[in-house]
Nanobody, 117 residues
Framework: QVQLVESGGGLVQPAGGSLRLSCAAS???????MGWHRQAPGKQRELVAS???????NYADSVKGRFTISRDNAKGTVYLQMNSLKPEDTAVYYC???????????WGQGTQVTVSS
């Protein structure tokens, strides 16, 4: 079992600032596809960005050009650099680990990001 712990959330005021989220895994993340998802109040959880073990990335259209996902397999950590933050980025951000071709999926507890105008 993989345990994921997110950190780095907080309040950004005014909008336009940056935050860097980290997701630390309890073990190696080599071979796992890692992702960041978010859930705003009253809305469904949505994919923000994902990165394969080969560092192929995928982004939601709403964050392209502003957010960057990266990974450090040696440290077992995934990052989400968020720039030019907008109030609509306000949400709880969750880290997710998927093992390809399996049903193994793990979620972190989430970290709150609040962007105030």
């Amino acid at each position: 079992q993989v345990q994921l712990v997110e950190s780095g959330g907080g309040l950004v005021q005014p909008a336009g600032g940056s935050l860097r989220l980290s997701c630390a895994a309890s073990g190696t993340i080599f071979g796992w596809t890692m992702g960041w998802h978010r859930q705003a109040p009253g809305k469904q959880r949505e994919l923000v960005a994902s990165i394969t073990t080969g560092s192929r990335t995928n982004y939601a259209d709403s964050v392209k050009g502003r957010f960057t996902i990266s990974r450090d397999n040696a440290k077992g950590t995934v990052y989400l650099q968020m720039n030019s933050l907008k109030p609509e980025d306000t949400a709880v951000y969750y880290c997710r680990a998927d093992y390809p071709s399996s049903s193994e999926v793990y979620w972190g507890q989430g970290t709150q990001v609040t962007v105030s105008s």
